[in-house]
């Protein structure tokens, strides 16, 4: 099964309303990034997370390692939002980094 | 700031072909990845280095090589394109340290195969 599985797979939403995304980890973990990546390919880096919770704008983001999840909040979701989010996780017995298959948010006017 | 530069940007082949994409990096990161996204799809670890000279296998290994010439630049080889295959490639570094991966991306190879 998927080490790092994202949850949903695809979600639109409304501009100005907030939603959730999550992630799921079944390996040992230490930390956990969040990426955008834009409709043009790049990787934008949004978080990057020991376990806690950070904000940065719209955005929140909380890693918790006991329960081995994390979860990206987006609030009043604008267009410009658009795009594919995914997490990534440490494997910290293999020394890699393993991202999920991504969660492709379509924001609507 | 560093950056993260891969070459070429976009790369056509032929069926059978074997191909290298470079990636070079400024950061002075240890570690080095690649990784190999299909067209809406997630990310998929190929090989990583974690110091010069070093090669680590990911899932994804078949079919390609590596090499980790200095601690710069890691190269990645597909041995034989396959036929209408189209994948984007992407190389990253992180920043030392064993718990402190935080992962910087170069802009990508968009790979296409005639």
């Known amino acids: 099964g998927d080490q790092v599985k994202q949850s949903p797979s695809a979600l639109s939403l409304q501009e100005g309303t907030n939603s959730a995304l999550r992630c799921n980890f079944s390996?040992?973990?230490?930390?956990v990034q969040w990426f955008l990546q834009n409709p043009r390919g790049s990787l934008m880096n949004l978080f990057y997370?020991?376990?806690g919770t950070k904000e940065n704008g719209r955005l929140k983001s909380t890693f918790n390692s006991k329960e081995s999840y994390s979860t990206l909040h987006i609030r009043d979701a604008q267009l410009e939002d658009s795009g594919t989010y995914f997490c990534a996780a440490d494997d910290t017995n293999a020394y890699k980094v393993i991202f999920g298959k991504g969660t492709h948010l379509h924001v609507l006017p | 700031g560093g950056i993260i530069t891969q070459t070429p940007k976009f790369l056509i082949g032929q069926e059978g072909q074997k191909l290298t994409l470079k990636c070079q990096q400024n950061f002075n990161h240890d570690t080095m990845y690649w990784y190999r996204q299909d067209s809406g799809k997630g990310l998929r670890l190929i090989y990583y280095?974690?110091?010069?000279?070093?090669?680590q296998k990911g899932d994804l290994s078949e079919g390609y090589d590596a090499s980790r010439e200095k601690k710069s630049s890691f190269s990645l080889t597909v041995t034989s394109a396959q036929k209408n295959e189209m994948a984007v490639f992407l190389c990253?570094?992180?920043?030392?340290?064993?718990?402190?991966?935080?992962?910087?991306f170069g802009h990508g190879t968009k790979l296409s195969v005639l």
């Open positions: 990253a570094s992180s920043i030392p340290g064993l718990s402190n991966e935080r992962l910087f």
């Open positions: 390996i040992a973990t230490t930390t």
């Open positions: 997370l020991v376990p």
């Open positions: 280095s974690i110091t010069e000279n070093d090669l």
